[in-house]
Every structure is written in C-alpha cells, then in structure tokens.
C-alpha cells in the first residue's frame, strides 16, 4: 500500500522556564493511504504535538515529514495553503475551536473561500449544504451560531469543516474527548463512513484504546515522546510486544463472552 505520509526522524522541543522539554523524540513512520491510524498514549506523550507537527504548525520542528516527495517543514507559505487544502484537521474541544461570531454557513465555508478561493455565491452555498447534509446537520441549522448546538452538533461542524475542501488526509485530535458517551458512537461512526465513501486517511488521535480499536486499521503507540510500538490494530490487541502497550491494554475491561 502506498504511503501518504512519511515521517522520519521527527523531533519537537519546548522550552518551559529555561528548560528545554523533549515532547517528540526521533520518531519514523509511514502513514499509508486509505487507511486509519489511531495513534494512542497517556497525557502527556506527545500526541497533540505529533498531530500539530503533521498540520505543519510547529515550523521549527527538526526532521522530516514527506508529502508528495517534499518535506514540509520547508514549505513556504503558498505550499502550506495548497497543503492544508489536502490535510484537514478535527480539533478536540468543539466549545472553543468554532468561532462563536460565525454562523454554522460561515464556519463551513471558511476552507473554501480561504483555501480553494470559491467565490461564487451558488457554489459556496451548494458546497456548504452538501456538505451539511453528509455531516448530519440539517440545512435549517446555518443561520445558527455555535452557542445554540450541543457538543455532538459542534463536533458535526467541525468534521463539515474540515471535509468541505474535499481533503485527502483527516487529523482528529481526541474528536471525541469532549463528549458524552452516547454521543461518542455518533461521531466514530461519522468518521469511519466518511473514511469509506471518500477514500480519506485517516489520523486518530485519542487516549481511549476502545475507541481506537473500533476505528483504526493500524495502531501507533506513544510514551513520552517516543514510539513504542506501531502495528496492526489485530497484533496490538491480541499481540502486544512492547511492555507499555501491554499496561494501556490490561486498563481495558475485560469483555463478557456471554454477551
């Protein structure tokens, strides 16, 4: 299978009261099309800063991380725009990454009147409905602001947002954190049919291994920075070979077979 991505050598360094914090530790991995790699680990253990780093909004990470034969940590600021029109992310708390002066039509139609410069009004307005009606959000619901939807419905949005601009890779940081329960289902069930109909890779980000395990094709597991262990979702959960992965699993209620 074709890789997408390919990361090599990744690091990512903070500096946090005059100490430098490792947050990514020379990491190497491909990320195959069509695929969904969840990628889990306890707080703490560099998800988000991986996740940021694929988007391309930490500049001065070392390393490389290849797309279409070029490294993106050396784009320049027109290469990043056409970028971000291929590579979409899902932020994890849908109270705070909406803008709550934006209506649920204009938040839609950001990606498309920045990113592929629609500026047709019949188009944009096509494009946005479309879209909503994929997402599950009624047509009726675009005049609304996001302080009049629940979590799930602002989660919806954001995955509209991200789709919109017809995106080839999806990065969704803890998407589902933020939610109740009942409405987690709703939302990896979204993300998995969107994965299946429009041929997207998928990035899946979470530190729930039961939620990962319902969506992903192959599993990458972090702890402080590093890699421990990167396999197929079947050889993680029934095979584990690093000890840490081994820990995240025995946290794991055990299923009932009787039911």
């Known amino acids: 299978?074709?890789?997408?991505?390919?990361?090599?050598?990744?690091?990512?360094?903070?500096?946090?009261?005059n100490k430098t914090v490792n947050a990514l530790n020379d990491i190497s991995f491909d990320i195959n099309k069509g695929e969904c790699l969840g990628i889990v680990g306890e707080s703490g253990?560099?998800?988000?800063?991986?996740?940021?780093?694929?988007?391309g909004l930490y500049k001065d990470a070392k390393g490389q991380i290849i797309y279409q034969n070029k490294n993106i940590l050396e784009f320049n600021k027109k290469e990043y725009v056409n970028y971000w029109v291929n590579v979409q992310m899902i932020f994890q708390d849908p109270y705070?990454?909406?803008?709550?002066?934006?209506t649920c039509f204009q938040i839609i139609s950001e990606g498309l009147k920045n990113l592929e410069k629609v500026n047709d009004k019949k188009e944009l307005e096509k494009r946005v409905l479309k879209t909503m009606e994929i997402c599950g959000l009624s047509k009726f619901f675009r005049d609304r602001y996001?302080?009049?939807?629940s979590g799930g419905?602002?989660?919806?949005?954001s995955i509209a947002r991200a789709i919109a601009v017809n995106p080839k890779i999806i990065i969704a940081d803890e998407p589902t954190s933020a939610l109740d329960v009942s409405i987690q289902a709703q939302i990896i069930n979204l993300l998995s049919d969107l994965k299946s109909q429009y041929g997207l890779t998928l990035v899946f980000?979470?530190?729930?291994?039961a939620l990962v395990k319902h969506i992903a094709?192959?599993?990458?597991?972090?702890q402080k920075g590093s890699l421990k262990e990167k396999n197929t979702v079947d050889e993680i959960f029934e095979n584990?070979?690093?000890?840490y992965t081994k820990k995240l699993l025995s946290s794991l209620p055990k299923e009932d077979p009787n039911e």
Do not use: W
């Open 1 to 17: 299978m074709n890789e997408i991505l390919q990361i090599k050598n990744l690091m990512k360094s903070f500096k946090i009261k």
């Open 217 to 222: 094709d192959q599993v990458l597991v972090m």
């Open 153 to 157: 419905q602002r989660q919806r949005i």
């Open 240 to 243: 584990p070979k690093d000890d």
């Open 45 to 55: 253990s560099g998800k988000s800063t991986l996740a940021r780093c694929l988007m």
């Open 96 to 102: 705070s990454s909406l803008n709550p002066r934006k």
């Open 205 to 209: 980000i979470s530190h729930d291994l």
């Open 146 to 149: 996001p302080y009049e939807f």
